[in-house]
């Protein structure tokens, strides 16, 4: 097929493994003829890459190779780490990680590996570098996946005797002196003190809660651990494969490691979206999960491609889309018809430039038999593929609108999100439920329903130029982050709990929000906890719930909005913000609002179901509801429109070109 250079990108996930030779050239070409370009393969396919010890078979993954860069297609290929062979674990029974309750994960599903397991290293490097050097300089290899989504199936903690040696020297490395650890962690405390790293113990398995400064270090170490077990691939492949993009593919609403930490070695950042079996595990209640059914959640797609583009510095793709009804979830309903259009040209609105399908044709075998692919198990084209085939066209549509600095334009907002802090309300949220993960959501949905769009950045990264900077989840502020706070000029919202716990998680010693006591003059008293159903009102009509601070303006600040009692629940100094509780979302939007305005953006209130993403000079504008709805106020006069209209069906979707920006993007 002839096209024009566009740079958003579509693809599948192919297991050449599980079909016979003679079909791969023909799904090849149908690949094309849909409108793919990228094939991602072999993640799981070590058992057929290593069928015994050492004996290494690359003649048929050569075959499909050929079979896939013959049709044109550009390959992702994987290391296939996520599933090491019978034979490998029969040889080191204890390469298996341990669950929190001592039980061993066992063979017969995947992700049975231990991240700390010297052993198991070291043959996955063997194999990196076996399949490395095998298709490193492949002229349609244009792309590394490492492994399979690290975190699946709680795959990255590991309560094993490997995780604890290894834990043991991370805590000699980090604080030198026992002494020095036992301070940090306060050991004293329930005679705790250690005398020696080699005595530590996991926080597994104790009497009642272990001491947090303890998990919390149990935790960085967890992350650490697939920092380095992902750099030993990447390593590996940049020396045989220098020029390719390497990326791993990330997942929705895991928090398990520092993602940031991890990509920090990688090219781009990549996720795996699925949105309806998602909107069964992170959904509201039950009237919301019925109403977005066959959509998903208006906010969470959108969410972790902002979440994944500031992972991968500004560099995100959609590794597997789901492409029709899943497996995995409670139920699995199938999408609206439309849907998977509306989800691809939603990522590419966030700055993707690959969408990558999962998978190519329905399993007949194995775990996954009910999951839908782009093709039916006899091969026949399913929903997805049709609808795969409309958005390739529609991408060839709007390919000039497309300014080459789109992908780097920033957002007018910026959101600092903090993996180390959501773990620290995991360990101890003094409430019931209280998640870093949910009030981080609820604010980037509050900033959607105000039709921003938004960028999403580490701790310490710089905030200059942004008109509104929001940090909903901010428990630990460094050094780093509390300069850049200081240096952004624009207005920033912080959250409560904000700067409430030293890196050590210890109290700061002159109370919150500790590092951040200068731009924010108050001190956090007492916090308390609240029952479900039990609302704190504010005096200019909101509440808060789950969580209030009673606090002390020590400063120049203003209070916004205090309780009835008079005790201040936002408080405002200069350009920064707090919130002492937990907002309701309605009484969140009013203070967003305030703010958004208060920075000279302009808001536009898109209700539940329709949401809007500008990016460069274009505008795209979803519906997620279940029946129709106006965008009208989101179109100019003067916009442009190259796909859809202001009258969006279900699963309807609009792009035009905005007379507004048309300047800006080619100039920024
Ligand atoms: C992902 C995984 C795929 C497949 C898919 C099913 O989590 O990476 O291998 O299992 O889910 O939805």
Redesign the pocket.
Known sequence: MSSKATRSHLGV?YYPEHWPEDVWAGDARRMVEVGLTHVRIA??AWSRIEPRPGEIEFGWLDRAVEALAGAGLKIIMCTPTATPPKWLVDRMPDMLAVAADGAERRFGS?RHYDFSHAGYLEDARRITRAVAERFGQHASVVAWQTD??YG?HETTVSYSEAARQAFAIWLRDKYGTVDALNAAWGNVFWSMELHDFDAVALPNLTVTEPNPAHVLDFRRFTSDQVVRFNRAQVDIIREFSPGRDITH?F?GAVTDFDHFDVAADLDVASW?S?PL?MLERFGRDEAWRNWYLRAGDPDFQAFHHDLYRGVGGGRMWV??Q?PGP???AAWNPAPHPGMVRLWTHEAFAHGAELVSY??WRQAPFG??QF?AGLNRPDGSTDVGAEEASVVAGELQAIADAQTVDDATQRSPVAMVVDYPSIWATEIQPQARGYSGLALTFQFYRALRRLGQSIDIVPPGADLTGYAVVVAPHLIMVGEAAAQAFAAADGQIVFGPRAGSRLETHQVPPKLPPGPLSKLLPLRVVRVESLRPGVRVATDDGGAVHHWFEHVEVTGDAKVRAAAHDGKPVWIEADRATYLAGWPDDAWLETVLADRLIAAGLAIVETGDDVRVRDHGALRTIVNYGPREADASRLIAAADEVLIGDADLGVAGVAIVRRAAAAGKAQTS
């Open positions: 996930c993640e799981f995947r399979n989504e699946c593919n997942m795996d699925y079996g590794m597997e789901q899943v497996n995995w999962f998978r775990q996954e999951h």
